[in-house]
């Protein structure tokens, strides 16, 4: 993955200057965004996320738009995510995309083993048995789990950290580093790259790129997947507050804030 002096725009003549020639292609506006971080400021608890006020104005407007269309692509349970979010004529993606729910109600949900499907059930039990303690818990999601390590004294974060992958890996699965968290996905050929571009070519069809200018907004590795597939074919932010990362995002908004001031620039221009 490229690492470097990752350019950060700011406010709207950053956005202006570096953003003004492929936002003004005659094409539809495709925005795709992350939801814990990027959209919300990270809260200590997933329940207490918000979507700053600003932000929220303006992809309300977005959404009302004919030429443009905003999905939600998070890692969280899609059901979780749709509510938090709570707009319509959304297409959300949750469990890192492997499940898409569209604005007509009908759904996608990436084939599961019925062998995954049981090592899964396993993994939770073990993982909530052993490892569930002083202030650690796992958030279930039905096809991805989330460890949540955050309330745990920082002297045991690393040795339950390493113990919690080697159980993971144990049950088959792959474990993700995440903002004090491990995310533990089935081993399938599935992410959220593959699910932008599967939701890009169902809106669009196949020739996608030909029709959408394509936006996305990520601040964790996993989002990486989904500005790794649109390289070179949208743009893509990494919310980061550091420049020296390792990413494939074109350039770096500082914070949920940023967010909402590129989607108003967006939105007026
Ligand atoms: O893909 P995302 O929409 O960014 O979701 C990634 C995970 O976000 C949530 O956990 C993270 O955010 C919480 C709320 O800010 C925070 O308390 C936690 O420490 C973070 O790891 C969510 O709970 C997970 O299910 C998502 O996979």
Redesign the pocket.
Known sequence: MPVGNLITLRNDIDFSRTLENYASTKKTLAVLL?????L???????N??RIPQETDVQLKQLVTRDDVFVAV?????VDD?RSKVNIDNVTYAGN?GLEILYPDGTRYNYPISEDLKSNYTKMVDTLNENFAHDGAWV?N?KA?L?F?Y?NVPAELQNELKEEVKKTVKGFGFRANQ????I?AKPPVEWN?GMASLCILENKFGKDWSDKAKVFFA???T??EDAMKALKNKGISFRIANSNQIETYADYRLESPLGVGKLLKWLANR
Not at 34 to 38: A, I, K, M, W
Not at 40 to 46: G, K, L, N, S, T
């Open positions: 992350d939801y814990d971080g990027t919300a400021p990270i809260a200590a608890h997933p207490d996320t692509i998070s890692g969280r349970g995510v890192h958030e999601k991805s989330t949540h955050r995440a903002h004090m968290a995310e959220k990520g601040d964790d996993t989002d």
